[in-house]
């Protein structure tokens, strides 16, 4: 074990999935959500209905009615983006999903597009919790950084020591 003490340390590192504004988990007014039954993680406001990747990894989800995607990184963290809430009920109208299941996808590459002025209209929230649902499974934990405006796939909003 003597050759971990000179092993590089690197940082996992998940980025933004949509532009707006950070708000804390806690601040969504889905309990299933702000309680962190599914997970620890953050939630956007978002200003425009692009979903990006947070980092690179594998699509092992893609909800049936479009308004989920969940996606498992190249470290192993699983993470779950879910446009607006009550959005299921929407029934895939408002969204384009851009990947399927098992495609491979990098930083910043767009998932796919919701149409926020849908989903107002239609009386749901925008705001997008970004949840790593096995958090407490992975070896690191995660810290969450919030507050101020995300540009998708730039702004970090979550890191963890390796």
Do not use: C
Not at 117 to 142: C, F
């Amino acid at each position: 074990m003597l050759l971990n003490k000179w092993m590089k340390r690197h940082t996992l590192t998940l980025y933004a999935p949509m532009e707006g504004d950070i708000i804390p988990l806690e601040e969504v007014t889905d309990p299933v959500f702000s309680e962190k039954m599914m997970g620890d993680g953050i939630a956007i406001m978002p200003t425009n209905g692009t979903v990006v990747a947070p980092a690179n990894g594998t699509i092992v989800q893609v909800a049936p009615t479009k308004h989920a995607i969940g996606i498992r990184t190249e470290d192993g963290a699983e993470i779950l983006i879910h446009v607006g809430l009550d959005t299921v009920e929407l029934n895939g109208a408002p969204f384009t999903v851009h990947v399927e299941v098992d495609d491979t996808v990098s930083v910043g590459q767009s998932l796919l597009t919701a149409d926020l002025e849908q989903i107002q209209r239609a009386g749901k929230d925008t705001v997008t919790p970004m949840i790593v649902t096995n958090g407490n499974d992975l070896p690191h934990p995660y810290s969450f950084h919030v507050g101020g405006p995300s540009i998708s796939g730039k702004t970090v909003v979550a890191q963890a020591e390796q």
